[in-house]
């Protein structure tokens, strides 16, 4: 088998206890070592980590030079947020492997990088003048805005509630990987969280954090009200 580092990557310290976002990366990593014959030989999980300060990064490529191993993330924005981030990594010369996109290569990434740096960079001056553009109407932003936020997360934690029994159901029949989860929620015709679309293992995803948010909400609770 082919040695490989994981490099898992999540934007606070919070994330990185809970696990939110690190498990989808943890799954989709695991999976595409196991139907192509990598073995993992180490993981490093980066937290809090800044734009030029990575070192949880530089410690995953000296590992990969150590062991001759490939550099495997879970997705292109784990390795780095614009385009010169990433292209130091690829300058290394090591190995790299995209899991939701294995078949890049040197070029192909450099490509991806751009195109989302540019994507970001024009969602951002777009909300910037939507925003602008509000307050010139005299619109109060902020208020709305949270109270909105908190109603969505609500009803996205009772539509992940809803469904829990139909996943558990569904690893004790042995569908556990994310993309036959999403095959398996589609062929039922289970409706998503926003109505009228389909499931992809990118909202299965998100779909198993936020179960496995709560199941550490309910630990935790537990445990304190055992030591009041």
Same mark, same amino acid.
């Given at each position: !088998?082919?040695?490989?580092?994981?490099?898992?990557? +999540?934007?606070?310290?919070?994330?990185?206890?809970?696990?939110?976002?690190?498990?989808?990366?943890?799954?989709?990593?695991?999976?595409?070592?196991?139907?192509?014959?990598?073995?993992?030989?180490?993981?490093?999980?980066?937290?809090?980590?800044?734009?030029?300060?990575?070192?949880?990064? $530089?410690?995953? !490529? @000296?590992?990969?030079?150590?062991?001759?191993?490939?550099?495997?993330?879970?997705?292109?924005?784990?390795?780095?947020?614009?385009?010169?981030?990433?292209?130091?990594?690829?300058?290394?010369?090591?190995?790299? +492997?995209?899991?939701?996109?294995?078949?890049?290569?040197?070029?192909?990434?450099?490509?991806?990088?751009? +195109?989302?740096?540019?994507?970001?960079?024009?969602? $951002?001056?777009?909300?910037?003048?939507?925003?602008?553009?509000?307050?010139?109407?005299?619109?109060?932003?902020?208020?709305?805005?949270?109270?909105?936020? +908190?109603?969505?997360?609500?009803?996205?934690? @009772?539509?992940?509630?809803? #469904?829990?029994?139909?996943?558990?159901?569904?690893?004790?029949?042995?569908?556990?990987?994310?993309?036959?989860?999403?095959?398996? #929620?589609?062929?039922?015709?289970?409706?998503?969280?926003?109505?009228?679309?389909?499931?992809?293992?990118?909202?299965?995803?998100?779909?198993?954090?936020?179960?496995?948010?709560?199941?550490?909400?309910?630990?935790?609770?537990?445990?304190?009200?055992?030591?009041?």
């Amino acid at each position: !088998m082919l040695p490989a580092i994981a490099y898992y990557r +999540v934007s606070t310290d919070r994330q990185g206890k809970s696990g939110l976002g690190l498990e989808a990366q943890q799954i989709a990593v695991r999976q595409y070592c196991s139907l192509n014959n990598y073995h993992l030989v180490s993981d490093v999980i980066e937290i809090k980590s800044t734009r030029k300060h990575r070192s949880g990064l $530089s410690e995953a !490529m @000296e590992l990969c030079r150590q062991n001759r191993a490939t550099l495997i993330v879970a997705r292109l924005d784990r390795l780095g947020r614009d385009v010169e981030q990433i292209a130091s990594v690829v300058k290394s010369k090591i190995k790299i +492997v995209v899991a939701d996109n294995p078949h890049a290569n040197e070029l192909t990434i450099h490509i991806l990088a751009a +195109v989302a740096q540019d994507q970001r960079r024009r969602i $951002s001056e777009t909300t910037k003048e939507a925003l602008a553009a509000a307050r010139k109407r005299g619109v109060e932003l902020g208020k709305n805005g949270k109270c909105l936020s +908190v109603a969505n997360r609500k009803a996205a934690d @009772e539509f992940a509630s809803q #469904l829990s029994p139909l996943i558990m159901k569904f690893r004790k029949r042995g569908i556990i990987s994310i993309r036959a989860v999403s095959q398996e #929620l589609n062929r039922k015709g289970v409706p998503t969280f926003r109505k009228g679309g389909k499931w992809h293992p990118t909202t299965v995803y998100t779909l198993i954090n936020r179960l496995n948010k709560q199941q550490i909400n309910h630990i935790t609770y537990q445990s304190h009200a055992k030591h009041k």
